[in-house]
């Protein structure tokens, strides 16, 4: 029963993970639907979205305070968010923006709640395995859905999003969670530790923010590249990082990771905005945004 839960926690997780990361989450999903019709993506909302996505992952943590609460709050959640979708398809444009700005609230719920999820179902030893999972298919799931709407139809892409969500829900209803199940408790000093890994968090996401509002538009003209390869030096970073033996000290690899941010920004100022360039600065900084992402994924769930 325990590894059927992890794995239902792991389909539940991706699935979402791959929703949000193509629909409102900078998703080329819903840039491609605003697109279609000849409308812009107003700056306001842009920050609206990122804004509630911050608001539901704070509130989580006060309305959520064991995994059965957390587990309706995810449900919710899981169908106003699938509504939000549904709602791209109407001919009304003008509410498509609000709208998913408040979805987003609504996103940043499920990941707080799913904190319980990580906790019990991702035991010790498989949890850089369980996150690497989660974001290598969540990565998939988006590389699809954005290159369909993007080169086919933002409407099919639309359709094959909300299908994506539903699955979500259909596998975060089948967890079996049982009441009194023991769990060790330590007792951890983590003030320190935790304003250290905020503070790097902040650093690596004022970089990703820099990429989105940088690089991608830079390099916008190559649109069947750019909605194929973005994610895929992510996805090789972290396919490669859980294969490197136990044996060797992965935090050097997260030294390497910082230099080639800062390398890729370099590039971007000295190079032109040919294919291989994109390829280039794209393979750098998207590979380093794996072992980041992946590092902190791994010490937020031992935290747990």
Partial sequence: MAEDNRKASILFFALFSGWLLAVPFQGQVFHARVAEFQGTMPGIYIYLILTGHFVGLISAGFIARTIHVARKMILISLFLCLAATFSLLLPYPQFWHPTIAIASVFAGLVIGGWGYYFQRFAPPGKRMQTAATIIITSNIIMILLNTIAINLSSTVGVWLSSGVLAASVYFCTTHKIREGIHQEKHTMKLLRPMALLCIFVGFITINSGMMYQLVIPAFAHHTLLSSIYWAVPYIG???????????????????????????????????????????????????????CDLFWWTILGEML
């Fill in 237 to 291: 970073a972290l396919y490669i990082l859980v294969r490197v033996p136990e044996r060797v000290n992965k935090s050097y690899l997260m030294y390497i990771a910082v230099t080639m941010i800062g390398i890729a920004y370099i590039l971007y100022f000295v190079l032109d905005r040919s294919a291989l360039s994109y390829i280039l600065i794209d393979s750098l900084l998207l590979s380093a945004f794996g072992v």
